[in-house]
């Protein structure tokens, strides 16, 4: 087991959150470094969910946990995720975004997914997920296709946003 790592989250808008990445081809030390970093930047945060753009990783991974109750207990690994199922119910939820702090909107959502994944050790799964697990691998999912939630809303209000998030980010770069 090597160090982890906390990493810098990427706050939009930077054009690395609005690139599609490539599959990950071959699961190696890297990729499982990377794994265990996403895991504890996420932790830290606070969040329940990460994919590897938001840190400048330009793969397709993404990690979350979304068991409040009991953080660090199952957390899922998911490398070259795809949706191969989702039911026709929608469900509407706030999200926010660890690369939108402080900003949260109402999405709608698949409320029942098939996902399928490879883990950290190269198995491959098809789980379906409900509830908060279904809505955090689509907003995760999004993240690898260049895709953020507030894309769901309004164009006034995405405007809004990443006009917020740009004043944001000059204050973080004076301090």
């Known amino acids: 087991m090597t160090a ?29 470094k990377l794994a265990e970093d996403m895991l504890e930047t996420m932790y830290d945060a606070p969040g329940i969910g990460l994919a590897a753009p938001q840190i400048g990783a330009m793969q397709r991974i993404f990690v979350m946990d979304c068991d409040r109750d009991h953080p660090g207990t199952k957390p899922m690994v998911c490398i070259n995720p795809e949706i191969t199922w989702e039911n026709d119910m929608v469900v509407t939820s706030e999200e926010g975004c660890l690369s939108i702090p402080d900003y949260y909107a109402e999405v709608d959502r698949s409320e029942v997914i ?58 973080l770069a004076r301090s």
């Open 4 to 32: 982890m790592t906390l990493r810098p989250i990427l706050i939009h808008p930077d054009p690395r959150l609005r690139k599609t990445v490539p599959r990950i081809d071959a699961i190696d030390a890297d990729v499982r």
């Open 114 to 171: 098939r996902l399928k994944f490879l883990d950290i050790d190269g198995k491959e799964h098809e789980e379906e997920l409900d509830g908060q697990w279904s809505i955090c691998a689509q907003h995760e999912l999004d993240h690898l296709n260049g895709k953020l939630f507030i894309d769901y809303l309004g164009a006034v209000r995405r405007q809004m946003v990443t006009r917020k998030m740009q004043k944001l980010k000059k204050e």
